[in-house]
């Protein structure tokens, strides 16, 4: 099975844009669709992002997200940060046995 | 609006057993594929379990392949989390999750997630 590794930590002021990385260990990150989910402290997850770039009705479109086969990552960028956008954000993909993979988490801070 | 409530989470003791349920409203619940993803306590996201919209397909994860059953219940539109044999590294808050995909074997991303439910194994 592959794993998905994302930063720690990321952290910027409102109104700038940040962007999360999510890199493939093995296997094309093409292969499979990757999605991401944002966590507010003490909520469930919410998807932001869903099969590499699409986006659920009701998020911003100050959240995208892209795939780039020559890192073999995936990226999820927010603009014009606010501070409602910190929270974790988690990258999820799956393999080819329907089993889920979710990268470690990064915790966006929202100076 | 959908609407996932889980139940069934306390305390037990290692080795012992649980049963969680997931309580679906607000979309035709026989048609889609349902997901359990827990969160330890300060960790991330670990994928549980999912099953098909019609019950025939049933996939999970390593850690818990063997001690946990998933199974559902299309006449009352609920979905259940057996928990066997449990240790102390099963403790975290355990969400459901609904598919995106409609009637579809390929269950790859949840679009809705219930508020989750904590289960702490502990002596």
């Known amino acids: 099975n592959f794993m998905l590794t994302q930063p720690h930590s990321v952290s910027a002021s409102p109104g700038e844009t940040v962007t999360i990385s999510c890199t493939r260990s093995s296997g094309s990150i093409a292969s499979t669709f990757v999605q991401w989910y944002q966590q507010r402290p003490g909520t469930s997850p919410r998807t932001v992002i869903f099969?590499?770039?699409?986006?659920p009705s009701g998020v911003p479109d100050r959240f995208s997200g892209s795939v780039d086969r020559s890192s073999n990552s995936a990226s999820l960028t927010i603009s014009e940060l606010k501070t409602e956008d910190e929270a974790d954000y988690s990258c999820q993909s799956y393999d080819n046995t329907n089993h889920w993979v979710f990268g470690g988490g990064t915790r966006l801070t929202v100076l | 609006q959908v609407q996932l409530v889980e139940s069934g989470g306390g305390v037990v003791q290692p080795g012992r057993s649980l049963r969680l349920s997931c309580a679906a409203s607000?979309?035709?619940?026989?048609?889609?594929?349902m997901h359990w993803v827990r969160q330890a306590p300060g960790k991330g996201l670990e994928w549980v379990a999912v099953?098909?919209?019609?019950?025939?397909?049933?996939y999970y994860g390593d850690s818990v392949k063997g001690r946990f059953t998933i199974s559902r219940d299309n006449s009352k539109n609920t979905l259940s989390l057996q928990l066997n044999s449990l240790r102390e590294e099963d403790t975290a808050v355990y969400y459901c999750?609904?598919?995106?995909?409609?009637?579809?074997?390929?269950?790859?991303?949840?679009?809705?997630w219930g508020q989750g439910i904590l289960v702490t194994v502990s002596s």
């Open positions: 099969e590499d770039s699409r986006r």
């Open positions: 607000g979309f035709t619940f026989s048609n889609y594929g």
């Open positions: 099953i098909s919209y019609d019950a025939t397909i049933k």
């Open positions: 999750g609904k598919d995106y995909y409609l009637t579809s074997p390929a269950m790859h991303l949840c679009d809705y």
